[in-house]
């Protein structure tokens, strides 16, 4: 049997830019991608914080320490400059892959910078 778990994900990021006309995607600060284990042109699911749009994309590769989160084409109806998101992959393992298997966590500041990464989410508790 195979399950599908987070992969990866860029919590609480900015939206630097939304552009319509830009083709589809989402550009993401290259040292971003590398930092939370994302390829380029890998698919990744969106969740917007300020309005509950939740969609899928491809990531592309921004400028390196840029910052920029820009949101493409289609989707840039789903998110404005200023919304935080939440970005996200996804692998499909087999069971045993998915004992040992422990997902890349990256939490941004409101300037997209890293301020702690970490391999679990911590137990929600009442």
Excluded: W
């Excluded at 083709?23 to 300020?50: F, T």
């Excluded at 921004?62 to 692998?91: F, L, M, W």
Aim: hydrophobic share 40%; aromatic share 6%; net charge negative.
């Amino acid at each position: 049997m195979q399950i599908t778990l987070l992969k990866s994900k860029l919590h609480h990021a900015n939206v630097t830019h939304s552009e319509l006309e830009y083709e589809g995607s989402c550009a993401i600060d290259g040292a971003l991608l590398e930092a939370a284990n994302i390829s380029e042109y890998e698919q990744i699911q969106i969740y917007n914080l300020n309005n509950g749009e939740r969609f899928t994309t491809y990531a592309i590769r921004a400028e390196d320490q840029s910052g920029i989160i820009s949101v493409n084409g289609a989707a840039a109806h789903k998110a404005n400059p200023g919304d935080r998101i939440i970005i996200c992959t996804y692998a499909v393992l087999s069971q045993q892959e998915a004992a040992a298997f422990q997902p890349t966590l990256v939490y941004l500041d409101a300037g997209n910078r890293i301020k702690d990464s970490r391999n679990a989410i911590p137990v929600q508790v009442a």
